[in-house]
């Protein structure tokens, strides 16, 4: 059993569960999940997510922290190492070929959204230094949209935020700089939320949540909840998997999983939490959805807020960290499986990932304007790559994960690995889930996208 990775380690089991939770915690939580919660129209899909989340995604998240840390390669070759141990085909490689896929389509828009906070960032510092502000957030969003230079320039600044780091390598940077500036994200949360009760209307964003309307589901809806679990804990593309391979050995990993899930959650719900009153108060339909929600409706609040200006600049500079943080570990599996597969250096493989995921984001940037026109289906060019990313091959993905852990590593490997004084119950409920109820539920939604259903 190998107990180092040639690509670096985590110094602790703190720095694991930061890193883990910095790449979980992010666009998803703040941006993703109440604009898809809005769209689809707020309780029942939020807890039929909330079930995502415990039957699949727990699951999941120690099947990727198991593999990753048995193998402690880059997601292609730990499945390869591991397949050869056990006597199973090298065809799960395939596996690590589709998460490092799914990852690269994910970081290209990822990318360009991340943009825009950095872009709202920038606007909210130059109104601090006495630039008129944002007086009417739809048009500023709609002529943000419009500007072509300006989303790639943004695009290009987050590319390079991010391979500045995955360059450096694990230890340095990111262990410091999550470590820090994620509390404060948190904290300004809870300042939002603080704002959010004022508003008067936080009972009516917690009724538009919570209170499940039964009638309105849709298959369509658990496609999107299944896709949000996975997206939101950065499952289903070994980007876990990857940062499993740098855990030391004896840190427990049921433990750090279920924290790094949770944490998770409490931010998205919080998010909804702060974000819906201030929808509500300002007379905008909680229902009406649409990439833009948190661009054009938090400025409303900040424009009302004492010291609102302040606190947006810190807002949106914050989000911008907390994407950060998990757009490194986006490009971090196929870094290390370059590094692996080449006589690349981890530098060189990380700018090649960074500048092809830089170009295909382009294709977002253009879905907004020169190229609006342009539909797969009934999606924009930036819907259909998020669509099937995270739609369709993170699901796959996480079901593969599944299988592979529950079906093909003995259970004397992934007992030794989740930790051998967990008690027995605890261990069945695990295998039991992950080897059925998980892939069963994957299946059933991933049936259904095929219309089977
Ligand atoms: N979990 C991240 C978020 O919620 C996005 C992500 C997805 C990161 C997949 C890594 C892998 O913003």
Known sequence: MKTSS???????????????????????NIWRFPYITSENGGGAFVLIYLGCILLVGLPVMFSEIVIGRRGRMSPVNSLRELSDAVGASRAWMGLGFIGIIAGF?????????????????????KELFGAPGITDPDATFGSLLGNAGQLTFWHGVFMLMTVGVVALGVEKGLERAVGILMPMLFILLLILLAYGVSTGHFWDAARFLFQPDWSQVSTGMFVTALGQAFFTLSLGMCAIMTYGAYLPAHVNIPRVGTAVAASDTVVALIAGLA??????????????GGAGLIFTSLPLAFAQMPFGIFYGALFFLLLSVAAWTSSISLMEPATAYLVEATNLSRKTAALLIALMGWLLGLATVFSFNIWSEVTIGDKNL????EFV???????????????????????????????????????????WLTRIVTPMLILWVMASILGFL
């Open 6 to 28: 040639i690509h670096g380690m985590w110094s602790s089991r703190l720095a694991f569960v930061l890193a883990a939770t910095g790449s979980a915690v992010g666009l998803g």
């Open 275 to 288: 974000i819906f009153p201030v929808i509500i108060a300002f007379g905008i339909d909680p229902g009406s």
């Open 382 to 385: 930036m819907g259909a790559i």
């Open 389 to 431: 990313a995270t739609d369709i091959m993170l699901p796959v993905g996480g079901l593969l994960t599944a299988l592979f852990a529950g079906w093909v590593l003995s259970k004397t490997i992934t007992k030794e690995e989740l930790d051998d004084k967990m008690p027995d119950w605890a261990f069945k409920a695990w295998l």
């Open 105 to 125: 389509l994910i970081l290209s828009f990822y990318s360009v959204v991340a943009g825009w906070t950095l872009h709202y960032g920038f606007l909210y510092i």
